[in-house]
């Protein structure tokens, strides 16, 4: 299993987790950059702001069933990610 670190306080995290363990904020899997990414909801709007770039995005639909974690970019019309369509 791969493995990563919360881009906010460097703890470890896995690819199923939604939230760090450490500090609280949102993860999500980016498929552009392969990676797990650090987010904050402010707007409680649904929009997840990244911490490090401040790149604007949402969680796949099925984020709500709590089936998917995957992350896409606002400005994609799809409300499936890729893995999910």
Do not use: H
């Not at 969680?59 to 990610?81: D, R, T």
């Amino acid at each position: 299993m791969k493995v990563f670190n919360c881009e906010n306080c460097g703890q470890l995290i896995f690819f199923e987790n939604t939230a760090c363990f450490g500090c609280r904020q949102l993860l999500g899997f980016a498929p552009r950059q392969m990676r797990m990414q650090t987010f904050a909801d402010e707007a409680n709007d649904a929009t997840l702001k990244r911490l490090t770039d401040l790149g604007r995005y949402r969680y796949c639909e099925n984020y709500k069933l709590q089936a998917c974690n995957w992350v896409i970019p606002l400005e994609e019309n799809e409300s499936f990610c890729k893995a999910c369509q």
